[in-house]
C-alpha cells in the first residue's frame, strides 16, 4: 500500500474522510504537487508544511481539509469560495469534489504564495481553478452567490461581505480568535438566519 493510501485509511479510521466523493478526491490529488521541494518526501505525514514566501504560510494538515469539507457538505455542482488559497492543494481537492458542473474561486493576498499555488494547480492540471492575488476579506461577488465558502485564515470575526456572498442556503467554515488559537466554526445560513457551530479548535495564520 502507498503513503496516500495509508494516509486516506487513517483519516478514514479517525472519522476525519467519511463521505466517498470527498474520499475520492484524496486519492486523486497528488499533494506532493504542492509542496515545496524539500519538504516533498513528507507529503502524506497529516502535518502542515512551509511554502513559500516561508514566513507563516503553510499547506495545511491533510485532516484539515477533511474536517472542513465534510463539515460544509461539499459536493458535485457547487459554486465553492476558497479564501486562503496556500499551496492550491485545498483548491485542487475542491476542484475533483465539485465536478464539471462546478465552480473554485479562490483567493490569496500573499502574491509569492499566491504564484506559488497557481504554478502548482496549473502544473497538476487544474486550470479551470479560478485563483485571485487580492484582500480575501471581501470575498469575490463576480460569481456569488456561492454554496460554500471555506477561510483558512484567522478571523476576529466573519466578514460581512462573506455572509453577503454566502448563498441561501450556504454553509461556511472560518477560524474565529486570537493568533494563538481559533475555534474553527460552521455557519449556516438558512434565508436570513444564521446558526453558528463550533467544529474544533485550530491554529491559522491571521486574515490579512
Same mark, same amino acid.
Given at each position: 500500500?502507498?503513503?496516500r ?5 487513517r483519516l ?16 486523486? !490529488? *497528488?499533494?506532493e504537487l504542492f509542496? %515545496?521541494?524539500k519538504?516533498?518526501k513528507? &507529503?502524506?505525514a497529516?502535518l502542515?508544511?512551509p #511554502?513559500p514566501p ?9 485532516h484539515t481539509?477533511?474536517?472542513?469539507y465534510e ?7 457547487d459554486?465553492?469560495?476558497e479564501?486562503?488559497t496556500?499551496s ?8 475533483e469534489i465539485v465536478?464539471?458542473?462546478g465552480?473554485?474561486?479562490?483567493i490569496?493576498? !500573499? *502574491?509569492?504564495?499566491?504564484?506559488f %499555488?497557481?504554478?502548482?494547480?496549473e502544473? &497538476? ?6 485563483? #485571485?492575488n487580492?484582500d ?6 463576480e460569481f456569488?452567490?456561492?454554496d ?14 462573506l ?6 442556503k ?7 480568535g486570537?493568533?494563538i488559537?481559533q475555534?474553527?466554526?460552521l455557519?449556516?445560513?438558512?434565508n436570513?438566519k ?12 491571521p486574515?490579512v
Open positions: 500500500m502507498d503513503e493510501k495509508r494516509l486516506i485509511e478514514i479510521e479517525e472519522g476525519y474522510l467519511k463521505s466517498p466523493h470527498i474520499i475520492k478526491a484524496f486519492n486523486k !490529488v *497528488k499533494r509542496m %515545496a521541494e519538504y516533498k513528507y &507529503a502524506y497529516d502542515p508544511f #511554502i516561508y514566513t507563516a504560510q503553510t499547506i495545511s494538515a491533510p481539509y477533511a474536517i472542513i463539515a460544509i457538505q461539499l459536493k458535485k455542482g459554486k465553492f469560495l479564501i486562503g496556500g492550491g492543494y485545498g483548491a485542487a481537492l475542491a476542484r465536478g464539471k458542473k465552480l473554485v474561486v479562490t490569496e493576498v !500573499v *502574491k509569492e504564495t499566491y504564484e %499555488a497557481r504554478k502548482n494547480l502544473k &497538476a492540471g487544474y486550470r479551470d481553478v479560478i485563483i #485571485i487580492a480575501g476579506k471581501f470575498g469575490h461577488p456569488s452567490p456561492y460554500k465558502i471555506c477561510v483558512t485564515a484567522a478571523a476576529k470575526e466573519i466578514p460581512p461581505a455572509i453577503e456572498q454566502l448563498g441561501k450556504g454553509r461556511l467554515v472560518i477560524p474565529l486570537s493568533n488559537t475555534k474553527l466554526v455557519l449556516e445560513k438558512e436570513n444564521i446558526n453558528k457551530k463550533i467544529l474544533t479548535y485550530v491554529v491559522y495564520v486574515l
